[in-house]
């Protein structure tokens, strides 16, 4: 007994094309990819960071007391005393951008904290199994660090200009003081992250980032000219890319001579390879 034909199966309501173009209605339109999502990705995670401030805006303020106190101590004092060349200026106007300059590295250097606490909450392991590409993820949060960074700087500059500090109020100024901040600040965290990336826990993260804050403040130009340094220091100083964004920061808000060309170009390289670094390292942190 031969067996019942088959019945004929439907064609799909996918495969259907027609002039009309009813059809596209159940077709879904196809996913953008490659560098054309990228700097969406990369602003939609900037904006889920800097939601976070929403919930904790009391970190601002506190951290504003910090680089007010190095301003009305430490900055009055060596202003009275005259210790350091300064090149004529006075040594609080001097000291105001290596303030800002510190206030943003310290909020970025401890930055790998928070992504070592998404991967132990799980909210890391979510975004790597998105199409979102891992220096995406790096790069938005590097440059959110940066915003927070800058709205620190924007509470220094106002500490600075009540206390007298001479700065510069021209907007293409004050534009290059804000690009200067968010790629420093973005080195920075990424240097933390990828910190993060290879010792794997917050005690030792945070152990790490206070070993290295210091050295690479007081390695710098913020407090003292580097020509009054000794020789190795020198060196460390100009190995130092929180050197390039002082004297980018100083040339702008102040005036005095600086080299903004090699600052900036120094302070995007060292964005760059952070990124590069961090997201690297982003798949050993999540394991």
């Given at each position: 007994m031969s067996a019942a034909p088959a019945a004929p199966q439907p064609a799909s309501a996918d495969a259907r094309t027609g002039p009309?173009?009813?059809d596209l209605l159940l077709v879904p339109p196809r996913a953008r990819t490659g560098w054309r999502v990228l700097p969406a990705r990369v602003g939609a995670l900037c904006a889920v960071e800097l939601q976070k401030l929403r919930h904790d805006r009391a970190e601002l303020y506190t951290r504003a007391v910090q680089p007010a106190l190095w301003l009305l101590i430490f900055g009055e004092t060596f202003t009275r005393i005259k210790a350091i060349p300064t090149g004529g200026i006075p040594y609080i106007d001097y000291l105001a951008p290596g303030i800002i300059a510190q206030s943003a590295m310290f909020i970025a250097i401890f930055y790998g904290?928070?992504?070592?606490?998404?991967?132990?909450?799980?909210?890391?392991?979510?975004?790597?199994?998105?199409?979102t590409p891992r220096s995406a993820l790096i790069t938005g949060k590097a440059f959110a660090a940066?915003?927070?960074?800058?709205?620190?700087?924007?509470?220094?500059?106002?500490?600075?200009?009540v206390l007298g500090v001479a700065l510069t109020w021209n907007p293409l100024r004050l534009l290059g003081v804000a690009l200067a901040v968010v790629l420093g600040s973005?080195?920075?965290s990424c240097l933390s992250m990828t910190i993060a990336g290879i010792v794997l826990t917050r005690d030792r993260l945070m152990g790490i980032g206070q070993a290295i804050t210091m050295p690479l403040f007081f390695?710098?130009?913020?407090?003292?000219?580097?020509s009054i340094m000794p020789g190795w220091l020198q060196a460390v100083s100009r190995a130092n890319p929180l050197s390039y964004q002082v004297d980018a920061l100083r040339g702008l808000l102040l005036g005095t001579p600086c080299h903004?060309?090699?600052?900036?170009?120094v302070l995007l390289l060292a964005a760059a390879l952070g990124i590069l670094a961090a997201s690297s390292l982003l798949g050993r942190l999540a394991r």
């Open positions: 009309g173009g009813h904290i928070m992504i070592i606490w998404e991967r132990d909450s799980g909210i890391l392991t979510k975004l790597l199994v998105t199409p940066g915003v927070k960074a800058l709205i620190q700087a924007v509470v220094v500059i106002v500490i600075a200009a973005a080195f920075f390695g710098s130009n913020a407090l003292y000219p580097v903004l060309a090699l600052d900036y170009a």
